[in-house]
């Protein structure tokens, strides 16, 4: 029987693991991945990500992994035009996916959490009352698996198999509105994070590991079966509508394919119930356009952890400490959530770019 198991060991389940074996308890971390997996896009982390990271004692390892912090984040909508302002000397990172990730599981690792890899989890046990206990599954040889535990954390992604299994009440549903197509190219001069709004179309680019320039384009939802069809058109397309920056591009060189990504839609869930709680995209899910994930998926890593730490080590109510935790999660980002969607929409005027300026507290201090 361990203290708690996390399913799901990537952005939320991998500190919030390590959270809790720092504090000393046993823990045990289920992927169905061999983690960190194959190359994937790079992500950009700013302001309270990487003040945890900072904190979890890992930024040394972040910058050692070569991902160049960076200074500068710019949003243009036609003429409009606003830098966010960074604070308390922290940089924003854009790491490789798999870079980032093998960073935080080893990191769990190191701390003593048990990262069990290729197992997939079916299901979760429950005692008499309903309780979750613990969960089961299958490793990836086909054999069954059953593990116990005082509390089961679901940090399984916004297709959350725990989520589903204890019927977490989904609530502030919004659509689907992007999708996206993510790219790389070498020897392109990117200052910063650069944020471009055009009409129905988005463009992000920065500089991540390796020299490598990440450009994501953004396009609505539904065009995403058309658009895949020939993206080497649409893309060039779509870049035309920023001449600074195609040329820059057209100075670099494209290497390798497109990755498509499909947005499903944006939620709330409840995040606890007797012997569970769901982290990261499990609980919490919105469009990236703003790149807020991780920060809230770190977030839930350090309150999930301390709350279940509070309970553990002094006896108070798990469910009351967790409670208050998720007013407070959907209270700090409920205009991030609102302004996400409103910049899904891929209508951004100047005057949105001035009041995201607003937002900035809540992504960068
Ligand atoms: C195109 C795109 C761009 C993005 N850009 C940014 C950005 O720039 N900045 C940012 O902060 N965020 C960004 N995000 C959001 C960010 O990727 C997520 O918020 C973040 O990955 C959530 O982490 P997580 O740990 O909750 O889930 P995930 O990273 O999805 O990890 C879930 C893990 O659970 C495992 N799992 C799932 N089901 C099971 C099961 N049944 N049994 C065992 N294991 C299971 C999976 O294998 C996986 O390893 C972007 C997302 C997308 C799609």
């Known amino acids: 029987m361990f203290d708690a198991i996390v399913v799901g060991v990537r952005a939320a389940g991998a500190p919030l693991a390590m959270n809790l074996a720092r504090e000393g308890y046993s823990v045990l971390g289920l ?35 070569g991902t160049p912090p960076m200074w500068k ?27 980032l990730d093998r960073l935080l599981v080893d990191a769990a690792r190191e701390d003593g959490v048990e990262v069990r890899e290729g197992v997939s989890v079916t299901g979760v046990l429950r005692d008499d009352s309903g309780r979750v206990t613990g969960v089961e599954g299958v490793t ?19 297709k959350s198999r725990i989520a589903e299994a204890v019927q977490a009440r989904t609530y502030n ?38 020299g490598i320039t990440s450009v994501s384009v953004i396009f609505p939802n539904e065009e995403y079966e058309r658009i895949k069809q020939d993206v080497d058109t649409e893309i060039e397309r779509t870049l035309a509508g920023v001449p600074g920056l195609a040329l820059r591009l057209r100075c670099g060189k494209h290497e390798g394919s497109w990755w498509g990504h499909r947005w499903p839609g944006a939620y709330y869930r409840d995040l606890h119930g007797p012997g569970w709680a769901l982290a990261g995209d499990a609980g919490f899910l919105k469009d990236p356009i703003l790149g807020q994930g991780i920060n809230d998926a770190f977030r839930d890593a350090d309150r999930i952890a301390r709350a279940i730490h509070q309970s553990f080590s002094g006896g108070e109510d798990l469910d009351g400490l967790l409670q208050s935790y998720q007013e407070h999660r959907d209270e700090v980002t409920r205009m991030i959530y609102q302004a996400s969607d409103e910049f899904a929409q891929l209508l951004v ?9 607003n937002y900035a507290d809540a992504m960068l201090a």
């Open 173 to 210: 549903e919004l659509p689907g509105r992007t999708c996206c197509f993510a790219g790389t190219w070498r020897n392109v001069a990117v200052e910063g994070i650069e944020a471009y709004f055009l009409s129905r179309r988005a463009i992000i680019v920065y500089p991540t590991n390796d």
């Open 140 to 158: 990836s040889d086909g054999t069954p698996l059953r593990e116990e535990a005082r509390i089961v954390i679901g940090a399984d992604g916004r």
């Open 73 to 99: 984040l710019t949003m243009t909508a036609g003429e409009g035009l606003v830098e966010l302002p960074f604070r308390d000397d922290v940089a924003a990172y854009c790491p490789r996916r798999d870079i």
């Open 31 to 65: 992927d169905r991945d061999t983690l960190p997996g194959p190359p994937r896009p790079a992500q950009a982390l700013t302001g309270h990500a990487v003040h945890r990271i900072q904190r979890w004692g890992l930024l040394e390892a972040l910058k050692a992994t």
């Open 349 to 357: 005027t100047p005057s949105m770019l001035t009041s995201i300026a």
